[in-house]
Nanobody, 126 residues
């Protein structure tokens, strides 16, 4: 079965950095869009970043403002989200997601993704 397992979360001070990892297994993701979403208490799940497994179609939410970088390591079947200059507003549960197939466009909505990880907590304290 398909599994997406996030790791690398935790508690950091404002201005600090974290690298989230998403280990993907259970299928071939070579035709997939891989995405990161986040959900804070009382808010809807929102798009953070995505990357085509091939490395193309990189996209970011506007609030990232150059602070986050998405990447992937094909050999490890892993997608990363490097988060720098973290702010308290970044506090949320972060989710890794994947589509079953890519149709040649950007994917910004949660309902466009077929597979989801369990999520991992990121807390930025001041």
């Amino acid at each position: 079965q398909v599994q997406l397992v996030e790791s690398g979360g935790g508690v950091v001070q404002v201005g600090g950095s974290l690298r989230l990892s998403c280990a993907a297994s259970g299928r071939t993701f070579s035709s997939s869009m891989m995405g990161w979403f986040r959900q804070a208490p009382g808010k809807e799940r929102e798009f953070v970043a995505h990357i085509l497994w091939s490395g193309g179609m990189i996209g970011y939410a506007s609030f990232v403002k150059g602070r986050f970088t998405i990447s992937r390591d094909n050999a490890k079947n892993t997608v990363y989200l490097q988060m720098d200059s973290l702010k308290p507003e970044d506090t949320a549960v972060y989710y890794c997601a994947a589509t079953a197939i890519y149709y040649g466009r950007n994917y910004y909505a949660p309902n466009e993704y077929d597979y989801w990880g369990q999520g991992i907590q990121v807390t930025v304290s001041s």
